[in-house]
């Protein structure tokens, strides 16, 4: 008798989690899908009136310019930085300089520069203004385009690389780019227009789109099409809808808490003030934005951190599994390490919008999702072993949820290529369909897992590259 009372008791608190646990997954989806929502529809809206303006000419005149230094980081990759270097000198902008910094490569990285560009040993020497492992030696050319520097250093990091870049740099804004990724002809001009609208602007980030299987020719894209591979196919799909959606809802209250490591323009006084980036973090990149936020209200400083939709780089993502949960896990202990390092932000009425959607939008939909997406499935097995789970209600649960996705996922995809007018062929616009719901529901779960599990044997590694398997960039 006590055993049967002992199971229903246990059954009615089972039966009552449920209930619960059902009310916060309604909430929590409701939640996601209406800033989803909200966030796409703003996107495609400012994409489309963008477009409007630029075919009324009512933008800044060409010749209106700032100097830039473009700062590469390079850790063995002699397979790519020729190309990438080539395609930074194609680049129609008139006045800016091309810094690669070579972290204590192993390979053949800073030979080839060398022997490709016909650069010169020089005397060199370089102020630390920010804190940064020694240069070993400084190569330079003036035959090219712009000039052209490498310095070697002692390894210390993606962060500690490009501190010394910034160091060296002589002009007062800087971009950092990977050596897998290559500039489209004009992005210089369209990331730096946000600082000629406004002299508070201290970063702007440019929109990344995966550039496997795509065709350019001196940074002018002759042929667009979605990878061959299915997986870099999918994360094309998850690229639009990131930076079409919370990248310019954010971008509307001043809200941006990510500017992504490939592609990203600074002003190299305030970073300098502000520390630079912090080489014992994994996800330097968000670290260094937030840490902008947080030094700039700090100190009353007046700032803005904007996003330019237009400026575009077309950057390498992985081809194989096994390289994009490295990528993922180390993006996600990135993102906690940012923003536990930067807690005083959270519901903080000091930093405004930022405080109340930003970083909270990043704590429960990016950092804690993945726990709650694996705690959800479950909550599923259980109400299945107990009996407790409506099979249709799942289902249709499920559908849709997977069409909404879907079709967020597909305004994306349209607007970011109709509006930078890339031709779609049919059958690519059916292969975007096809994967879409794949993408939103089997890939996404399973980059819940990686995430999820990112700390288990989890040790910082201070000098760590994210290394990912790279490919000979294409140019005609």
Excluded at 397 to 415: E, H, K, L, Q, V
Aim: aromatic letters at 14%; proline letters at 3%.
């Amino acid at each position: 008798m006590t055993s049967f009372l002992f199971n229903d008791a246990v059954f009615e608190f089972v039966k009552k989690f449920m209930v619960y646990v059902e009310v916060f997954f309604v909430i929590y989806l409701i939640g996601y899908s209406t800033f989803l929502f909200i966030a796409v529809v703003t996107g495609s809206s400012s994409l489309y009136k963008k477009r409007q303006q630029d075919r009324l000419k009512n933008t800044i005149l060409k010749d209106h310019y700032i100097p830039i230094s473009i700062v590469v980081p390079a850790y063995n990759e002699d397979v790519t930085i020729v190309e990438n270097v080539r395609s930074l000198l194609t680049l129609e902008y008139p006045l800016y300089e091309i810094i690669v910094v070579d972290d204590g490569s192993k390979d053949n990285t800073s030979k080839k520069l060398i022997e490709a560009f016909d650069m010169q040993a020089i005397r060199r020497p370089i102020q630390r203004k920010i804190n940064c492992q020694p240069a070993e030696y400084v190569y330079e050319t003036a035959d090219q385009k712009v000039p052209l520097t490498l310095i070697r250093k002692k390894n210390g990091g993606k962060a500690d690389a490009l501190n010394m870049g910034i160091n060296a740099c002589k002009y007062p804004y800087f971009i950092c780019i990977d050596a897998d990724s290559v500039l489209q002809y004009d992005s210089l001009s369209k990331v730096i227009k946000p600082v000629l609208e406004n002299e508070n602007v201290v970063a702007v980030g440019g929109a990344v789109r995966p550039s496997n299987s795509m065709e350019i020719v001196n940074g002018h894209v002759i042929n667009y099409r979605l990878p061959s591979n299915l997986l870099a196919c999918m994360q094309v799909l998850e690229y639009d809808r990131s930076f079409l959606a919370s990248r310019i809802l954010f971008d509307k209250f001043n809200g941006s808490l990510i500017i992504s490591g490939a592609f990203g323009l600074f002003k190299k006084e305030t970073v300098i003030c502000a520390g630079g980036y912090d080489p014992t973090t994994m996800g330097e990149d968000m670290e260094l934005v937030v840490k902008l936020h947080d030094y700039c209200v700090s100190n009353d400083v007046p700032y803005l951190i904007r996003y330019a939709t237009d400026a575009i780089c077309w950057s390498q993502v992985p081809e194989n599994l096994g390289d994009l949960c490295k990528q993922r896990r180390r993006w996600h202990i990135g993102l906690f390490q940012s923003m536990w390092k930067h807690k005083n932000m959270m519901a903080n009425h000091k930093f405004g919008w930022v405080s109340f959607i930003s970083y909270f939008y990043f704590l429960i939909y990016e950092l804690l999702s993945p726990f709650i997406e694996i705690f959800g499935v479950l909550t599923m097995i259980l109400a299945f072993f107990v009996d407790l789970i409506n099979v249709p209600f799942m289902l249709l649960f499920f559908a849709i949820y997977a069409i909404f996705g879907s079709i967020m996922s597909m305004t994306a995809f349209f607007a970011r290529t109709q509006t930078i007018d890339l031709k779609v062929k049919f059958k690519e616009v059916l292969k975007a369909l096809l994967l879409c719901t794949i993408e939103i529901t089997a890939l996404r779960f399973v980059m819940a897992w990686v995430r999820a599990t990112a700390f288990i044997g989890y040790k910082k590694k201070k000098l760590h590259w994210g290394r990912i398997e790279r490919q000979k960039i294409d140019l005609k």
